[in-house]
């Protein structure tokens, strides 16, 4: 199924060694796909970053250390750190190198004791002479380095240590892994790619949002999405308006499970995070001191009231949302707390998607908009006052649920199925159940975009648009 698939199948057994590569390899395959010419200009992505061909790659690669007796288990112990010596640090370094994670460097692999010592994995022009290797035991700098490459590309939190989570992706079977790019590569078979010259895709469980332009990815941003029980549905739509300095119209879920509980224990709550009482029928502001906040219950506020914030720097919203119509109500949003976006696990959300950078994404979407430069979508953006900015060609967007897929720089990412739709996927598929865009039917249902006009802010939030958990 590869272009010059002989030639791929030379490299891959060139590399039969215990000491195979699969990150290091990954990049090979990229490179035997891309057309003539295109070397230093960024690897196309026809549906970023569902790369069908390096995804398949990667899956020869792993069946290759499969047959060649898979990885090895990091043993369960204390959390393992740079500086720490145990003989579990063995074991891990084995693991790394088999997966490219740790650059072979010559070694030997020095064994437990009493066991026969193993062949040393080892990479071309990099053996070092005896007297400079380190203590295999040792959990150094540069293995350090190897665990922050496998976290990043496992999303998980990014700090070199190897603790439960970490322990826990290391040892996931060699197996498990192997039918988890294999149900990848089955969603990327039934996928069809949103159209268009300026795109958006966002990776649900990648935690990852990608603005593809000419089938080129040209920004890579991080995305905060649905929690397990208030999950991001996999949906399609187009992006036809640019809101900036919004408003948060907290929707009904949220005020009934946090924002009341919160006025009733304190009655100046609504002063503090500058939000206003709204009369459902006048659509003007209530003062907060004619209702009787003890007695009134959930259900009595929403029928007559909504609760609205400011827009400003500390808005649950930040200072820009992009509205694509579609019957969950989610869209995407900028936040104010941008700490968690360091986080690797990052499903915090009550069901939209915040965006890394998201005024970065704003002024590319309004480039074609007349009047709307860099310096006036910052000063909107911080002025205050709410602005909507219909968008003349909507911007298209769909949000998958990829746990495995290789990144344009040939690095394979595989991450949790963190609403447990893979297995549900493959039993659905099994069944016949699956839809196009590769998720079950009854399990996470594609919405395609509406061409019904903008939604107000009554109607945007009423049923199941709980979108942000200030």
Not at 49 to 74: F, H, K, N, T
Not at 290 to 297: G, L, Q, V, Y
Not at 347 to 375: Q, T
Request: glycine content about 8%.
């Amino acid at each position: 199924p590869f272009p010059n698939s002989d030639f791929v199948r030379f490299i891959l057994r060139s590399r039969s060694s215990p000491g195979t590569s699969l990150v290091g390899l990954v990049p090979i395959l990229v490179c035997l796909i891309l057309p003539p010419g295109s070397a230093g200009q960024g690897a196309p992505i026809p549906a970023p970053p569902g790369d069908s061909i390096a995804l398949g790659g990667a899956l020869y690669m792993l069946e290759g250390i499969q047959s060649r007796g898979g990885w090895p288990e990091v043993p369960q112990g204390p959390t393992l750190r740079l500086g720490d010596e145990d003989a579990r640090v063995v074991a891990l370094r084995e693991r790394l190198l088999l997966s490219g994670d740790l650059p072979g460097r010559g070694e030997a692999i020095v064994p437990d004791e009493g066991e026969s010592p193993a062949p040393a994995p080892r990479a071309p022009f990099q053996n070092r002479p005896s007297d400079s290797l380190p203590d295999p035991r040792v959990f150094d700098e540069e293995l350090e380095a190897a665990v922050r490459r496998f976290q990043a590309r496992h999303a998980l939190d990014v700090d070199g240590v190897v603790g439960p989570a970490t322990l826990g992706a290391l040892n996931v079977p060699l197996e498990d892994r192997i039918e988890q790019i294999r149900l990848n590569l089955e969603r990327r078979r039934t996928f069809t790619p949103a159209q268009g010259p300026l795109r958006i895709l966002v990776n649900i469980p990648g935690f990852q949002a990608f603005v593809v332009e000419e089938d080129r990815e040209a920004s890579v941003h991080r995305v905060i999405v649905g929690r397990v029980d208030r999950p991001t549905p996999v949906l399609s739509g187009r992006i036809e308006h640019v809101v900036l300095a919004p408003y948060w119209n907290v929707p009904p879920g949220i005020l009934r499970m946090d924002k009341l509980p919160e006025i009733q224990r304190d009655p100046g709550y609504l002063e503090q995070q500058r939000m206003t009482v709204m009369d459902r029928r006048t659509e003007r502001p209530v003062d907060p001191g004619t209702i009787d906040w003890e007695a009134i219950t959930a259900a009595e506020f929403t029928a007559r009231y909504w609760l609205r914030q400011a827009p400003g720097s500390d808005n649950a919203l930040g200072l820009v949302k992009f509205i694509f119509p579609n019957p969950d109500h989610v869209f995407l949003h900028d936040t104010p707390d941008r700490h968690l976006f360091e986080r690797g696990r990052r499903a915090f959300s009550s069901g939209c998607i915040r965006l890394d950078g998201a005024m970065e994404v704003a002024h590319r979407l309004l480039e074609e908009v007349p009047g709307w430069g860099v310096e006036r979508t910052w000063a909107v953006a911080r002025g205050g006052r709410e602005s909507w900015i219909p968008l003349p060609d909507p911007i298209p967007i769909r949000t998958v649920y990829w746990t495995a897929w290789v990144a344009a720089d040939g690095i394979l990412n595989l991450v949790d199925d963190i609403y447990g739709l893979d297995a549900r996927w493959d039993e659905a598929a099994r069944e016949g159940r699956a839809s196009e865009d590769g998720t079950p039917q009854g399990v996470a249902a594609e919405s395609q975009a509406s061409t019904d006009p903008a939604p107000t802010a009554l109607t945007l939030y009423e049923v199941r648009g709980e979108c942000v958990q200030s």
